[in-house]
């Protein structure tokens, strides 16, 4: 399953941080981000908890780049 | 300048007040060391106490080496070392670096949203004799909807009253306004030039196609191109590598200055190797890169041309061979009556009435096509015992003569001779009261910019130009030689266009990207196996927009050079970041390292050169 999130974040290489960041976390298959857009793309692993996966996925941003948001 | 970007702006102008009321103070009265320091601290407090928390988070969080981390090592560092002066402009000059590059890429960012901004606001729908606004997405199919002059048609649909012209710039690039009367299909995003008009809707606002253009120009940044991968892999290693370098700078002089004898000179250092780290950082490559690419995307979308990811618009920028199908592709796919040869004594009009009234009945292109030639009118009741004959053509009595119409075996099976044979395009032998009349030319006609089309492409280092039809090989070399096009393989089955597209493949080289051109429909298989598909979009087929990499959304041959120009470049662009950006930072690194580079030049080298490469990255927005 994808699902698309818009994001917020200052600099392109915090943006890069953050896609590895989602990319690395458990229950997430691949992620995209687009500084351009300020757009993510994320594609689950079957049958995990979406909202508990992402939860996940932005305390991880938040770990690598502390000023970010990602409007879940 | 958004909320934030207010912020620091007010924060900026308050401390450089600040910074030259405490500087002027010292200047004057000569401050006392504490004093001073204290003093100095509210400017350095005012501009940099965001960075200094982020900072410490980033320890907390084991983050070190970001550039908040490392801007308040170094103005600390400075302020330490007694230049309390230095400290704080230091700091200060990066926020306005910080600043100036947020506004930087959200202008382009908006400059390119400007650009495709075709997205409808509402739809005007009939409420009880009252005209209402409503959301789009709130009109379901089979709704009645009015589009006054000036508006977009916010959702496809066909004309259910009224005559307009219709501005499609927006969706294709052409500015010529098209005609659109009651029964024309209306597509979303085109705008209502000079008439109101009613349509009546059918699709939904999310199924239209502007939604899907929309969708797909949004998610084409999600592609990421060989450059952009590049860009993000080099990052995984230099970062590390220049940390260490740094470390090793702050390290590894004073030990050595120590073993033999001479002062270590720790702070002198430790401030290169500061100075090091600030230069070092890897942001302008990392935003210019993308930018460029999705401002090119941008910049071909306004010219009708809609490219799904950065990585097709790079690999068309290497395409070397391009395929094309001929039907609906090069030509209009569209029979027209192109020559009549009529006997001596009969008139080309003539010849053309008794045509198309004995096909008067059928709805055969062939038939449709002799229709739309035919200028006289036709009356229905003078024509009589029409007849159709397989195979052959059709019989039929018009005004009182016995016509017949068809192939030539038609007339040999009525004994009639034929003066003079035809072997272009489809030919249809007319016959009146058993006497040869003349005949008719019905082809498919070039689109009228095909020829130039490829003779733009063969300057664009295009080394071959392929042709793949189903038709006969008579029509396809007639084609093909008018177009000018290298080669051309004729009465090709869907399978044999594969084979013949691998065959091309498995023979070009590495670094060759061979794209094909098809209208879509019949040729997906072809388009997913090229390295680019092409599709002509038709004014939003949906098949070709699914199949392709790369569509043209008003079927025009001729931009595919102009897409190939703008992906070269593009291209062009980023590649002359990449340089400049590992340039200027390699300069500023090795004279960090030596110590002649200060803490002003360490910033220029990271804010200074990503607002250029930024600046330079807006360039690929536009082309002339």
Not at chain 2, 211 to 228: F, H, P
Not at chain 2, 302 to 319: P, Q, R
Not at chain 2, 605 to 613: F, I, K, P, R, S
Request: net charge negative.
């Amino acid at each position: 399953m994808k699902k698309t999130y818009d994001i917020e974040v200052d600099c392109a290489n915090c943006a890069a941080k953050m896609e590895e960041a989602v990319k690395n976390t458990q229950g997430v298959k691949d992620a995209t981000l687009s500084f351009m857009t300020l757009k993510l793309k994320v594609e689950f692993e079957e049958g995990v908890d979406v909202d508990a996966v992402m939860q996940q996925a932005y305390k991880n941003c938040k770990t690598v780049e502390d000023d970010c948001t990602i409007y879940l | 300048m958004n909320q934030k970007q207010k912020n620091v702006f007010y924060r900026i102008i308050l401390s450089v007040v600040l910074l030259v009321a405490v500087s002027v103070l010292d200047h004057v009265v000569g401050l006392p060391a504490l004093l001073g320091l204290l003093l100095y601290l509210i400017p350095y407090g005012v501009i940099g106490y965001d960075i200094l928390r982020k900072a410490w988070k980033g320890i907390l969080k084991r983050q070190v080496f970001d550039e908040n981390f490392l801007m308040a090592v170094a103005t600390v560092g400075a302020i330490c070392l007694g230049d309390y002066r230095e400290g704080v402009a230091v700091m200060l000059f990066y926020q306005i670096g910080e600043l100036f590059q947020s506004i930087a890429v959200g202008k382009s960012r908006k400059n390119i949203a400007a650009l495709m901004d075709i997205r409808p606001d509402y739809a005007n729908i009939m409420v009880d004799g009252k005209i209402e606004k409503v959301d789009p997405d709130d009109v379901e199919i089979g709704t009645e909807i009015i589009i006054n002059p000036g508006e977009k048609v916010p959702i496809d649909g066909v004309i259910a009253e009224g005559n307009t012209t219709l501005d499609t710039s927006a969706l294709t690039g052409e500015s010529v306004p098209r005609e659109a009367v009651c029964g024309t299909e209306v597509i979303s995003g085109c705008i209502n030039l000079t008439g109101a008009i009613k349509v009546r809707t059918t699709k939904e606002f999310g199924d239209s196609t502007v939604s899907k253009i929309l969708d797909l120009v949004e998610n084409s940044a999600m592609k990421k191109s060989r450059s952009e991968n590049f860009i993000t892999r080099f990052a995984r290693y230099y970062t590390p590598a220049v940390c260490y370098s740094a470390l090793a700078l702050a390290v590894v002089p004073p030990l050595v200055r120590l073993l033999l004898g001479m002062p270590p000179l720790w702070g002198e250092w430790v401030i290169r190797a500061l100075t090091f780290l600030v230069i070092s950082c890897p942001c302008a490559l990392v935003i210019s890169i993308p930018l460029s690419f999705f401002g090119g995307i941008g910049c071909a979308s306004t010219h009708g041309i809609l490219v799904k990811g950065s990585n097709y618009l790079e690999a068309l920028s290497n395409t070397k061979y391009l395929v094309f199908d001929k039907t609906g592709t090069l030509t209009k796919g569209v029979f027209e009556v192109t020559h009549l040869y009529p006997e001596d004594g009969v008139t080309e009009e003539k010849l053309l009435y008794y045509a198309a009234a004995a096909e008067h009945a059928s709805s055969h292109p062939i038939s449709l096509s002799l229709k739309k030639a035919c200028k006289d009118p036709i009356d229905g009741t003078a024509i009589r015992d029409i007849e159709e004959i397989a195979g052959h053509g059709v019989r039929a009595t018009v005004d009182g003569h016995q016509v017949y119409v068809g192939n030539q075996r038609l007339m040999e099976r009525q004994q009639i001779t034929i003066s003079q044979e035809h072997t272009e395009g489809t030919v249809c032998y007319v016959a009146v009261d058993g006497a040869y009349t003349g005949c008719i030319v019905i082809s498919d006609v070039i689109k009228p910019t095909a020829q130039k089309a490829i003779a733009d492409l063969k300057n664009h280092g295009i080394k071959k130009t392929i042709m793949l039809t189903g038709d006969a090989k008579q029509t396809a070399d007639t084609v093909a030689s008018q177009i000018g096009m290298d080669e051309v393989y004729s009465e090709l089955l869907p399978a044999d266009k594969v084979q013949q597209v691998e065959r091309i493949l498995d023979a070009k080289g590495e670094k060759e990207n061979l794209a094909f051109v098809g209208d879509g429909i019949n040729d997906a298989p072809v388009l997913s196996r090229a390295d680019i598909g092409i599709a002509m979009g038709g004014m939003g087929s949906d098949a070709a927009i699914e199949a392709a990499d790369i569509v043209l959304m008003d079927d025009d041959p001729a931009k595919i050079a102009l897409a190939m120009k703008i992906s070269v470049r593009t291209l062009r662009i980023v590649r002359q970041n990449i340089v400049f950006a590992l340039a200027v930072k390699a300069i500023c690194l090795v004279l960090g390292a030596l110590g002649i580079a200060n803490m002003w030049l360490a910033i220029f080298a990271d804010v200074g050169v990503m607002v250029l490469a930024v600046l330079n990255a807006t360039r690929a927005l536009r082309i002339r």
